[in-house]
């Protein structure tokens, strides 16, 4: 039986990703590792610190001491970390946005992203930027901060959250092919934002699994 090893900055994915697991890797040993004080560390500084890297690298390291044949880090706000931790380890260690911003500069011109935090917008535009010079693919990035909305998520009012993040992908659908949203526990709005907005909505859970998937039969090869 493989071990996947999951990453969580905060509590909000832990329960949905499993979810997703059981329906695309049922016969994985998933092991879950959350410290919620790294994405309120980032917050707070506005940024990865170096102290937050250590952390996470230290969590990688654990993963492989259980054994992890792939580890999945689930936070977008703390994923460019992969860019220098992976040389440091066998282990592939997996964005679980990576195959979502591959999909989205594979098939689109112009990319809406939705976020709720400038910590998480920023590196998912960086990604996108990334993949498109990867591919040799020109597009154009279209910013949608919704404030306020993950204020209103941790204060109690779920409603407020979900709206504001509504109105922000109405306005990009304006001026976009796809929307993406930068936050995997966006994801179960994922069909709403599509039938408010007529535009495909991508999201990152499933598609995460997804290569951790392929990274695991590639590993029967």
């Given at each position: ?65 259980i054994g992890a044949d ?15 931790a992976q040389n440091l ?5 997996i964005k679980i946005d ?124």
């Amino acid at each position: 039986m493989p071990t996947v090893v999951a990453i969580y900055t905060g509590q909000g994915l832990a329960e949905p990703l499993q979810k997703v697991f059981k329906e695309q890797l049922p016969d994985c040993r998933l092991v879950n590792i959350i410290d919620d004080s790294l994405i309120a560390d980032v917050i707070r500084e506005g940024k990865v610190t170096p102290a937050v890297a250590r952390r996470l690298v230290q969590y990688y390291q654990t993963g492989t001491e259980i054994g992890a044949d792939v580890i999945l880090n689930t936070c977008s706000s703390v994923s460019e970390v992969v860019d220098t931790a992976q040389n440091l380890f066998n282990v592939p260690i997996i964005k679980i946005d990576e195959l979502m911003a591959q999909e989205a500069v594979s098939n689109y011109q112009t990319i809406g992203v939705v976020a709720t935090l400038p910590t998480t917008l920023e590196p998912t535009v960086r990604l996108l930027q990334s993949q498109a010079a990867r591919l040799g693919k020109q597009v154009t990035i279209v910013k949608g901060l919704a404030e306020g909305a993950y204020q209103a998520l941790v204060s109690g009012t779920p409603e407020e959250h979900d709206q504001r993040i509504l109105d922000v992908a109405r306005r990009l659908a304006q001026e976009v092919d796809v929307i993406v949203l930068a936050q995997g526990s966006m994801a179960r709005m994922e069909k709403t934002l599509h039938d408010a907005t007529g535009k495909p909505v991508l999201s990152s859970p499933a598609r995460g699994v997804l290569a951790v998937k392929s990274a695991l039969e590639a590993q029967k090869v």
